[in-house]
């Protein structure tokens, strides 16, 4: 009877195991559709320069809130109270974690800036699980 149960706990134990297994595979797609609601002042980034052409945004955010598109599904983060410095932005959820750190920016009117290069960094939970360097722009 014992051997029973104990093999029971072991089958339930690998069960659940299997459950909460982390998530593995992190796609980054870009999109091209925002909601209205978060349109006006903000920065969007690109892959590249084909891709800001095309307005293809890897993220877009509207200071507050911003979009990522991870797996074919839009992740909305938002940014905490203090996470926001001229050298990086943080953005999170329960699950994800995205730091911006900028590396050259340049001012191109009164309140817009271009973005020459600057390092996004997601985590899922605390693991980094994609890294790239993007270009983009900001302001209203």
């Given at each position: 009877?014992?051997?029973?149960?104990?093999?029971?706990?072991?089958?339930?134990?690998?069960?659940?195991s299997?459950?909460?297994?982390p998530?593995?595979?992190?796609?980054?797609?870009?999109?091209?559709?925002?909601?209205?609601?978060?349109?006006?002042?903000?920065?969007?980034?690109?892959?590249?320069?084909?891709?800001e052409?095309?307005?293809?945004?890897?993220?877009y955010?509207?200071y507050?809130r911003?979009?990522?598109?991870?797996?074919?599904?839009m992740?909305?983060?938002?940014?905490?109270?203090k996470?926001?410095?001229?050298?990086s932005?943080?953005?999170?959820?329960?699950d994800?974690?995205l730091?911006i750190k900028y590396?050259?920016?340049?001012?191109?009117?009164?309140?817009?800036?271009?973005?020459?290069?600057?390092?996004?960094?997601?985590?899922?939970?605390?693991?980094?699980v994609?890294?790239?360097?993007?270009?983009?722009?900001?302001?209203?």
């Amino acid at each position: 009877m014992k051997l029973i149960f104990l093999a029971a706990l072991v089958f339930m134990d690998i069960a659940n195991s299997k459950q909460q297994e982390p998530q593995n595979v992190f796609k980054i797609t870009t999109f091209t559709n925002v909601p209205t609601d978060m349109e006006g002042c903000g920065e969007n980034l690109f892959l590249n320069k084909q891709d800001e052409k095309a307005e293809r945004f890897v993220f877009y955010t509207d200071y507050v809130r911003g979009l990522i598109c991870i797996n074919n599904k839009m992740i909305l983060v938002t940014r905490g109270n203090k996470s926001y410095e001229k050298s990086s932005s943080i953005f999170s959820n329960k699950d994800y974690t995205l730091t911006i750190k900028y590396g050259q920016k340049k001012n191109t009117g009164d309140e817009n800036y271009e973005i020459k290069s600057a390092t996004i960094i997601l985590k899922y939970h605390s693991i980094v699980v994609w890294t790239k360097v993007v270009i983009g722009g900001g302001g209203c």
